[in-house]
């Protein structure tokens, strides 16, 4: 076994000696999980990336953040066509529809390996990748133009917040979220971390732009 997959298994041996003690089974978290169900009040939308994992940056529990990764944190516009293998926007409406969240987050995150792909056109249309950040070509163009003297650096930072912005508009195109936020006011909140920094931002849509997070 290679000391890549030793190390997650050992992993799984802390976290098994710390969850499901012989002795106290029923005062474990799992013990509820498994026989009431989750309940997360929280939807997370994030990216792939390894250094942006939810729970780790957060410190979730068990059973506190449903979760999508994707390449980007990217929200698609809600597709009423009956083909296709639609995986973000089915676990959108299961966590909306049948977990009702309270909230929505977009994570969005500095040095996206998608965003930069998306501003330097590095795949084709025709490769899963190039197709996928399509979805954020709005916030590239927005940037070309807000940023046009900017550095390649500096365009996909603001890409970075900007597609946030865009998945942000994407989610009310789904009706079972617009009614979520008509009929329980269901957040729907946007957030970047800067990884090289240590920031939190998050998106005021009062002023339309992002505010760095004092916590
Ligand atoms: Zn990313």
């Known amino acids: 076994m290679n000391i ?6 050992a992993g799984f041996r802390r976290f098994r000696d710390k969850y499901f003690v012989p002795e106290h089974l029923e005062e474990s978290i799992y013990h509820r999980l498994a ?11 994030g990216c792939s990336d390894s250094r942006v994992d939810p729970a780790i940056l957060s410190g979730a529990s068990p059973g506190e953040l449903f979760v999508i990764r994707n390449v980007a944190n990217l929200v ?3 597709e009423t066509t009956t083909s296709g293998f639609h995986g973000t926007s089915s676990a959108i409406e299961f966590a909306v529809k049948n977990l009702k969240v309270d909230n929505v ?10 965003i930069r792909a998306l501003m330097k056109d590095a795949y084709s249309d025709e490769s899963f990748i190039g197709q996928w950040m399509q979805i954020a070509k709005e916030a590239k163009q927005i940037v070309q133009t807000k940023y046009a003297e900017s550095d390649h650096e500096h365009q996909c930072k603001m890409a970075e917040m900007e597609s946030i912005r865009v998945s942000l508009k994407n989610l009310k195109s789904f009706p079972f979220v617009q009614e979520a936020i008509k009929d329980r006011q ?3 909140i946007g957030v970047y971390f800067d990884l090289e920094l240590g920031q939190l931002w998050n998106y005021d849509d009062s002023l339309e732009e992002f505010r760095q997070l004092e916590i």
Not at 4 to 9: F, G, K, P, S, V
Not at 38 to 43: E, H, I, M, R
Not at 105 to 114: K, T, W, Y
């Open 4 to 9: 890549a997959i030793y190390r997650l298994m």
């Open 35 to 45: 026989s009431s169900g989750q309940t997360p009040k929280t939807l997370l939308i």
């Open 76 to 78: 698609p516009p809600c």
């Open 105 to 114: 987050i977009i994570l969005g995150h500095r040095q996206c390996g998608g």
């Open 186 to 188: 269901m957040n729907l």
